[in-house]
């Protein structure tokens, strides 16, 4: 039984961008398991992040072609496109739109049959998982450690022109004692 997606459904800002339509419209399908719409829609997106040379889309293009094709039980077909838009997105960053990517194709390995692929994806995904963990940590380590040094030579910045001010008005009142001293 194939149920149909409400494109309107995403309210005022759904469809932002023709191509970003045809991607959620594609994942809408896969998520409803209506495998035929969403590959028609992953194709689309395709073409057209080809066409505008978008590496990032063109990549999710191909895991949600990938995903329709494993759904619909093209499994080697789906395996390789899937993973040439996961290996595409790797090469770009590893960020959390890959963790994200990375289960939902594993998710849609484990729904074909697939489990030994799938637990080698799901592995990935706590590889993944954990160094981006460790990543953030690091950063906002390194984040408060600028923000202490900053701080620290603000003081510092601080002392030394409460320290001019100090030697200034020192100077000023020497020069005002020998004044003094040479007019009497």
Avoid: C
């Amino acid at each position: 039984m194939a149920v149909d997606v409400n494109s309107q459904a995403g309210g005022a800002g759904w469809l932002s961008t023709e191509l970003e339509a045809l991607l959620a419209l594609s994942a809408q399908h896969l998520s409803l398991r209506n495998h035929r719409s969403a590959r028609q829609f992953a194709l689309r997106a395709k073409a057209l992040a080809e066409e505008r040379h978008d590496a990032v889309n063109l990549a999710q293009a191909k895991i949600n072609l990938g995903m329709a094709e494993l759904g619909a039980g093209h499994a080697e077909a789906g395996k390789k496109i899937a993973s040439e838009g996961l290996a595409a997105l790797e090469r770009r960053k590893r960020d959390p739109e890959l963790l994200i990517q990375l289960n939902r194709y594993a998710a849609a390995l484990e729904r074909s049959g697939d489990a030994a692929e799938a637990l080698v994806r799901q592995r990935e995904s706590l590889l993944l998982e954990t160094e981006l963990a460790r990543r953030d940590r690091q950063n906002t380590v390194v984040a408060l450690q600028r923000e202490s040094s900053f701080q620290q030579h603000q003081r510092q910045v601080e002392q030394l022109e409460h320290d001019n001010a100090l030697q200034s008005f020192e100077i000023a009142r020497r020069t005002q004692e020998r004044t003094l001293t040479l007019l009497l």
